[in-house]
């Protein structure tokens, strides 16, 4: 009723009203809109109208036709919002009234028939878009929107310059919001990081990369704001969702937290004291320098009331700033503060305890005072410097390293050096490479081979060898140094000089036999182009390139890169290039491809792996992983949510630990527990990592919300972190502390990764200035990952037990290498979501030879199958034919599949046949080379599990989707039994009469 009386008043609104209303569009505002010099665009629909109250640009709404007179939706406060009718849209012209740099967008929703925080459909490809923008610079174009995936209980803020490969998104767990009922959003960006506020609490914040902030620094050129959209087509959403929107507010730049609340506040009608319209942030620091003894406090004033604002701009307050650690004064200053945002880097806060600042403000000119105040607990850090996993030993099942002349031999391969550079690969008893490694350089009298000299040992340890020496063309002079580990990583750092020496071009090349290039990944598998394959550094992803790794059915080589560092080639131009042809596949690495004058300090740091890593774990066929329901389960990963744990990942036993391992026992007597952690990511909610988070988190890694599995009270997010060393040290503790217990239960631990990042962080791996003075956008997090999992892999072995590690198909063999097992899969959830027999009808076959391939990564593969990810109710019965046919392709390619997310009891099965027929002792010979059958039919094969007694363990497997029969030649072999399905078969005159269902197999045991 109320909001019925202010709709017929509105209705006889006289002539002057509608001027004001005229003159408001145009850029004249009300005295609190003037106020706010920072604004750019506003629109309340208090007015029942869609031209917007206030704008810097057009206040007109694009092709919108009529008023929002007749609709009758109050708003938050009892006021008209505005409701998207069907085919209807809302949008405004960005230009003038949105800045691309910095901004802070703000409005109010009620969520009318669906639930913010609730799963609201079966699909992937449902979205619910509540406010976005679309944009274009001068230097690109990006995508802004506040938006629900269906899918999950999360709301997010997404900045993407180029949608599905650079998404930027700041996500948090939205079931902390109801439908029919209204909460007000601000999203901020700016000074690369982005941040969500929910009714004036900020609920989630992140890093953007440098893939964004490119784009941010054009000049805007068009755009739209658009308010409730269909965003990404009728393919992807629709209009049953109902929502109202109200109070829309763009800003120049990103509003303090402070500001936000005040806004807030006022919105709802309440005030806020003056010292609490002021921003104190404080946070470790982390400069990856050997120190973790400062702290940055930041202020921002900007919420003050423009008294304070105007004084403090003249030069009319006093400031007193206090910084302590629980007493001792970090810092003390009187000054005259003339900046209303700024920060100060203070050091000594080297203990646990709590740090507090203290600013008291006195304005001279009216005498008034202001005192802020904000503390922080600084956590112990006593854990920096430790030296877990760093113990002299070659863990199993590596071997000792042996140095003779120019060759470093390990495991089962030996490297041949020619100085720092591999002059040739022997793995497995072959010879890789058809062209040994080497640096041309030209200094005037074209490309010249560098000349070494041999190496001197200057480090030996069980674990590791580094040699030295020195190399030259003409009158340059290289340096190099390079250290070979147990797993056969080769990291070269070597650097040029004299100062002021001119070099017109600098190349690495090799060329790779073509049976160890069949196939190439960096690190997505990428197919072999006729006219070669160009790769550049660009990146702020990781799926970006970040490799180059060569393999044969095998054997491979993978050049392991970090930084684009003095490198020196033309804009645009791409100086990694791989052409392959009848002698191989040459690489080619345009390190300087333009003439320069050498300055001081030109370096160079990269890693050659040869693979496998190493052999196979004794047991990779039968490992049973993940299944709490299964018979057969001898793995289980514990630990998801921070279940029996005192945070995600955290790998700190609380209270129900004990009881959680109890549950574990009962339901899986014969399953050891490898508790949930990562190194890449981990709970915002620790204190260590909340700490540090400003300078641990990589700018652009997607940040996830959750809550804790067993205390809903505790909400946190998995953000992305840098390998720092001190973030390094930090993760060892845990690891050491927690393998340490030697508990019963306890057999590794499982880890969570992804890829080594693009980092563009100015902390730590990340972005910086060449010898050259070129701006190096970003550098990839491999050296820091891979000690993380190095130090991991010997403090397991130290006390008896694994490493299973997860992660999508992108392996880098230098890191991933460094574990017993390796769990991909989860990639092929958007596959699956569409066909369920994906795994048979689509997945190539160089999809199951590269991505899955236990013999050429070296660690065990266990499928994780996904199939009832997004379809739940293919975990059930429903998923039985669809499981049926994934574990008959698999193990036709010698894959172990764990039974979570599809029907358990048919892994289960297989798994109980796997194990009686201990597959383990067997020698894998796959269809594609199996010599000791034939068959008539082509679409008919058999990968057969060849015992030293020389029985059989056949797979049959029909590669279609329709039935066929075939009459198998099997020489040698008169008894046949079928398996699966428990039944003897006929053998005559060695032949075997198949008949095989559409995506179907037989398990055929073969005896003499």
């Known amino acids: 009723m109320q909001f019925m009386k202010k709709y017929r008043l509105l209705k006889k609104v006289s002539f002057a009203g509608v001027v004001l209303v005229v003159l408001t569009g145009l850029g004249f505002s009300s005295s609190s809109q003037a106020a706010n010099k920072d604004l750019l665009f506003e629109t309340?629909?208090?007015?029942?109208?869609?031209?917007?109250?206030?704008?810097?640009?057009?206040?007109?709404?694009?092709?919108?036709?009529?008023?929002?007179?007749?609709?009758?939706?109050?708003?938050?406060?009892?006021?008209?919002?505005?409701?998207?009718?069907?085919?209807?849209?809302?949008?405004?012209?960005?230009?003038?009234?949105?800045?691309?740099?910095?901004?802070?967008?703000?409005?109010?929703?009620?969520?009318?028939?669906?639930?913010?925080?609730?799963?609201?459909?079966?699909?992937?490809?449902?979205?619910?878009?509540?406010?976005?923008?679309?944009?274009?610079?001068?230097?690109?174009?990006?995508?802004?929107t506040f938006y629900k995936y269906y899918q999950g209980a999360n709301l997010s803020f997404l900045i993407s310059p180029s949608l599905n490969k650079k998404n930027f998104i700041c996500g948090f767990d939205a079931s902390i919001l109801k439908q029919d009922q209204w909460y007000k959003v601000d999203c901020t960006w700016g000074d690369g990081k982005m941040t969500v506020f929910i009714d004036g609490k900020k609920v989630t914040s992140t890093n953007y990369g440098e893939g964004y902030k490119q784009v941010a620094n054009g000049k805007l050129l068009s755009g739209k704001i658009l308010i409730n959209p269909i965003l990404w087509g009728g393919k992807h959403e629709n209009e049953?969702?109902?929502?109202?929107?109200?109070?829309?507010?763009?800003?120049?730049?990103?509003?303090?937290?402070?500001?936000?609340?005040?806004?807030?506040?006022?919105?709802?009608?309440?005030?806020?004291?003056e010292a609490e319209l002021a921003s104190i942030t404080m946070a470790g620091v982390d400069r990856n320098n050997g120190r973790l003894d400062q702290i940055n406090a930041a202020f921002d004033l900007n919420g003050l009331p423009d008294s304070w604002q105007q004084a403090i701009k003249g030069g009319k307050v006093k400031a007193q700033l206090k910084l302590s650690l629980d007493g001792k004064i970090l810092l003390k200053k009187t000054y005259l503060l003339k900046k209303l945002k700024f920060n100060f880097l203070v050091a000594r806060a080297d203990k646990k305890g709590t740090v507090t600042a203290i600013l008291d403000l006195t304005n001279q000119k009216s005498g008034k005072k202001l005192a802020l105040k904000q503390s922080i607990t600084r956590p112990d850090t006593s854990w920096f410097g430790n030296q877990y996993g760093k113990d002299d030993f070659v863990p199993q099942p590596w071997t000792a390293i042996e140095a003779n002349g120019d060759s470093v031999t390990l495991w089962n391969r030996t490297y041949q050096f020619d100085g720092p550079f591999i002059k040739q690969v022997t793995s497995g008893g072959k010879k890789l490479l058809s062209q040994p490694t080497k640096l041309l350089i030209d200094v005037g009298n074209g490309r010249q081979t560098a000349v070494f000299t041999p190496g001197k040992i200057v480090g030996n340890r069980k674990d590791r060898i580094v040699f030295t020496g020195l190399g030259s063309v003409g009158d340059l002079v290289i340096n190099y140094r390079n250290t070979v580990w147990f797993d056969g990583f080769s990291r070269i750092e070597?650097?040029?000089?004299?100062?002021?020496?001119?070099?017109?071009?600098?190349?690495?090349?090799?060329?790779?036999?073509?049976?160890?290039?069949?196939?190439?990944?960096?690190?997505?598998?990428?197919?072999?182009?006729?006219?070669?394959?160009?790769?550049?550094?660009?990146?702020?992803?990781?799926?970006?390139f970040s490799q180059l790794w060569l393999m044969g059915r095998v054997n491979g080589l993978c050049w392991v890169a970090e930084d684009e560092g003095n490198w020196v080639y033309p804009q645009n131009s791409k100086p990694i290039k791989v052409i392959?042809?009848?002698?191989?596949?040459?690489?080619?690495?345009?390190?300087?491809?333009?003439?320069?004058?050498?300055?001081?300090?030109?370096?160079?740091?990269?890693?050659?792996?040869?693979?496998?890593?190493?052999?196979?774990?004794?047991?990779?066929?039968?490992?049973?992983f993940a299944g709490w329901k299964t018979k057969n389960i001898n793995t289980a990963s514990t630990g998801?949510?921070?279940?029996?744990?005192?945070?995600?990942?955290?790998?700190?036993?609380?209270?129900?630990?004990?009881?959680?391992?109890s549950y574990l026992k009962r339901k899986c007597p014969n399953a050891k527990s490898y508790p949930y952690s990562s190194p890449t990511g981990l709970s915002d909610a620790e204190p260590v990592v909340k700490y540090f988070l400003h300078d641990?988190?990589?700018?652009?890694?997607?940040?996830?919300?959750?809550?804790?599995?067993?205390?809903?009270?505790?909400?946190?997010?998995?953000?992305?972190?840098?390998?720092?060393?001190?973030?390094?040290?930090?993760?060892?503790?845990?690891?050491?502390?927690?393998?340490?217990?030697?508990?019963?239960?306890?057999?590794?631990?499982?880890?969570?990764?992804?890829?080594?990042?693009?980092?563009?962080?100015?902390?730590?791996?990340?972005?910086?200035?060449?010898?050259?003075?070129?701006?190096?956008?970003?550098?990839?997090?491999?050296?820091?990952?891979?000690?993380?999992?190095?130090?991991?892999?010997?403090?397991?072995?130290?006390?008896?037990?694994?490493?299973?590690?997860?992660?999508?198909?992108?392996?880098?063999?230098?890191?991933?290498?460094?574990?017993?097992?390796?769990?991909?899969?989860?990639?092929?959830?958007?596959?699956?979501?569409?066909?369920?027999?994906?795994?048979?009808?689509?997945?190539?076959?160089?999809?199951?030879?590269?991505?899955?391939?236990?013999?050429?990564?070296g660690v065990g593969i266990i499928n994780l199958p996904v199939i009832g990810r997004t379809h739940k109710k293919y975990r059930g019965k429903a998923g039985e034919a669809a499981t049926k046919a994934m574990l008959g392709r698999m193990t036709l390619n010698d894959i172990v599949s764990s039974a979570t997310q599809c029907y358990q009891p048919t892994v289960d099965k297989m798994w109980g046949i796997k194990k009686k027929?201990?597959?383990?002792n067997a020698e894998f010979i796959k269809f594609d080379i199996n010599k000791l059958y034939s068959s008539d039919n082509k679409n008919i094969v058999a990968s057969f599990y060849l015992?030293?007694?020389?029985?059989?363990?056949?797979?049959?497997?029909?590669?279609?989707?329709?039935?066929?029969?075939?009459?198998?030649?099997?020489?040698?072999?008169?008894?046949?039994?079928?398996?699966?399905?428990?039944?003897?078969?006929?053998?005559?005159?060695?032949?075997?009469?198949?008949?095989?269902?559409?995506?179907?197999?037989?398990?055929?045991?073969l005896k003499n």
């Open 44 to 144: 309340t629909f208090d007015k029942m109208i869609v031209r917007a109250d206030y704008a810097k640009g057009s206040p007109e709404a694009l092709k919108f036709k009529g008023t929002l007179e007749f609709r009758m939706n109050p708003g938050y406060n009892n006021k008209c919002s505005y409701l998207r009718q069907p085919g209807e849209k809302l949008e405004y012209n960005a230009v003038g009234n949105f800045n691309p740099k910095a901004g802070t967008i703000s409005f109010w929703f009620k969520a009318l028939n669906w639930k913010p925080g609730g799963d609201g459909a079966t699909t992937l490809s449902k979205f619910k878009h509540l406010l976005s923008a679309r944009i274009k610079t001068t230097t690109g174009k990006a995508v802004f």
């Open 240 to 273: 049953a969702a109902k929502t109202l929107i109200d109070d829309v507010k763009i800003y120049r730049r990103a509003l303090s937290a402070a500001e936000i609340k005040r806004d807030y506040l006022k919105d709802k009608g309440e005030k806020i004291a």
């Open 494 to 544: 070597f650097s040029l000089g004299p100062q002021g020496a001119k070099v017109k071009s600098m190349q690495l090349t090799y060329t790779v036999k073509p049976e160890f290039a069949k196939y190439m990944a960096n690190p997505i598998p990428e197919k072999f182009k006729a006219g070669g394959n160009y790769f550049d550094w660009k990146g702020s992803s990781h799926h970006d």
């Open 580 to 624: 392959k042809n009848s002698d191989g596949a040459k690489v080619t690495l345009d390190i300087i491809s333009k003439p320069v004058m050498l300055p001081t300090g030109v370096k160079y740091a990269f890693g050659f792996i040869a693979t496998p890593t190493r052999p196979l774990p004794e047991n990779y066929r039968t490992i049973f």
């Open 640 to 661: 998801w949510g921070g279940r029996g744990f005192t945070q995600y990942a955290s790998l700190i036993p609380s209270k129900t630990y004990e009881k959680n391992m």
């Open 696 to 857: 641990w988190t990589v700018p652009g890694g997607s940040v996830f919300p959750t809550k804790h599995a067993e205390d809903k009270t505790i909400v946190y997010n998995q953000v992305p972190l840098i390998p720092t060393q001190a973030f390094r040290d930090f993760f060892a503790d845990k690891v050491e502390n927690f393998l340490s217990k030697k508990d019963k239960y306890t057999g590794g631990v499982y880890y969570d990764l992804v890829h080594p990042w693009h980092n563009s962080s100015s902390v730590a791996y990340g972005k910086f200035t060449d010898a050259f003075g070129r701006k190096i956008p970003s550098q990839i997090t491999i050296i820091g990952l891979r000690e993380c999992l190095m130090r991991t892999i010997k403090i397991c072995r130290k006390y008896g037990m694994n490493a299973i590690y997860h992660g999508h198909i992108m392996y880098n063999p230098a890191a991933m290498g460094l574990a017993d097992f390796w769990y991909p899969g989860e990639h092929l959830n958007a596959k699956l979501a569409k066909n369920k027999f994906y795994y048979t009808d689509e997945m190539s076959q160089d999809d199951y030879d590269v991505n899955y391939s236990s013999e050429k990564k």
């Open 917 to 920: 027929y201990k597959l383990d």
């Open 947 to 1005: 015992y030293p007694d020389k029985q059989i363990f056949a797979v049959v497997y029909n590669q279609t989707q329709q039935p066929q029969s075939a009459t198998l030649t099997i020489p040698g072999y008169k008894n046949a039994y079928d398996a699966w399905n428990d039944r003897q078969l006929k053998i005559v005159g060695n032949k075997l009469e198949v008949n095989i269902p559409g995506r179907g197999f037989m398990l055929v045991i």
